[in-house]
């Protein structure tokens, strides 16, 4: 019961990671605020928490709008009265991940100005709507925790990323550095978790991709080949432990969840 009784927003918690992540704060004792773009899977998360004897709920929203950050916001703010948690999960993975064979694509020269505009939107401005939004309440609490999903594709460039999901990623760990510099003289915590290659709804990685990434990580479960890939439960414990007063004096880290794929 690592968070018992503290209020978490997830953003992008219907399915993968975020969905991980939302399971795991209600588990060690979160009431959860589900936020997602498709009422079904929000719902089918929020459901699965309130099963576990949890408070939950489910909101419809696209976090690249100002005013539906800020109306979900409040809608928490009125049924629980306070934010303590905010993970920053929501992002649009790379549209032509599949096709990131060097041979054949020049991720540069190839992504379209809409893929831009989207990723750059949810996956970078999103995460600021939201972090701007949950700060005033946090600020009057005197605590509070946010937590940006970055990526591999942020520290490093990425393997099989692209020029705006590249971006976004490096952007989201600047927004969190520069949030615990800023907010924690108002007891706030902001940091950012990297996650590592993780198959889950949503990557379109070729088995060969899948491969080639395995073979780059150094670390495998039980000294399994097949087990060097991660997995969202390895994420939503990273999660855990920044929501939670085990991280008490952390700030402004970027903790990279990668099996050693990139050490720094």
Same mark, same amino acid.
């Given at each position: ?8 927003i ?5 399915r ?58 409040? #809608? ?14 929501a ?27 989207? #990723? ?6 999103g ?13 009057? #609490?005197k ?42 003289? /108002? ?61 008490? /004096? ?10 050693? #794929?990139?050490?720094g």
């Amino acid at each position: 019961m690592l968070v018992k009784d503290k209020v978490a927003i997830v953003t992008g918690g219907g399915r993968g990671l975020g969905k991980a992540i939302a399971l795991t704060l209600g588990r060690e004792g979160a009431k959860v605020a589900v936020f997602g773009r498709t009422l079904a899977t929000i719902e089918q998360t929020a459901s699965e928490i309130k099963s576990m004897g949890r408070e939950a709920m489910a909101i419809k929203m696209d976090v690249s709008k100002s005013d539906e950050v800020n109306e979900s916001v409040r #809608q928490v703010l009125d049924k629980w009265g306070r934010i303590d948690i905010l993970v920053n999960n929501a992002a649009v993975l790379p549209r032509n991940a599949s096709k990131a064979d060097p041979a054949t694509f020049n991720p540069i020269l190839d992504t379209p100005d809409d893929e831009w505009d989207e #990723q750059i939107a949810t996956d970078l401005t999103g995460v600021f709507y939201c972090m701007r939004a949950v700060i005033r309440p946090m600020m009057v #609490q005197k605590s509070g925790r946010i937590i940006n999903i970055g990526s591999l594709a942020g520290v490093q460039g990425g393997y099989f990323s692209t020029p705006s999901y590249t971006a976004a990623k490096a952007g989201v760990i600047g927004l969190a550095k520069l949030g615990a510099r800023w907010l924690g003289k /108002y007891g706030i915590n902001v940091n950012a978790v990297n996650p590592g290659p993780i198959p889950t709804e949503g990557v379109t990685f070729t088995p060969t991709q899948w491969e080639t990434l395995a073979k780059m990580i150094p670390f495998r479960r039980g000294g399994l080949a097949a087990e060097a890939l991660g997995k969202p439960q390895d994420i939503a414990n990273a999660v855990l432990y920044l929501a939670s007063d085990l991280s008490a /004096y952390v700030t402004g880290i970027s903790l990279n969840v990668l099996g050693g #794929q990139w050490m720094g």
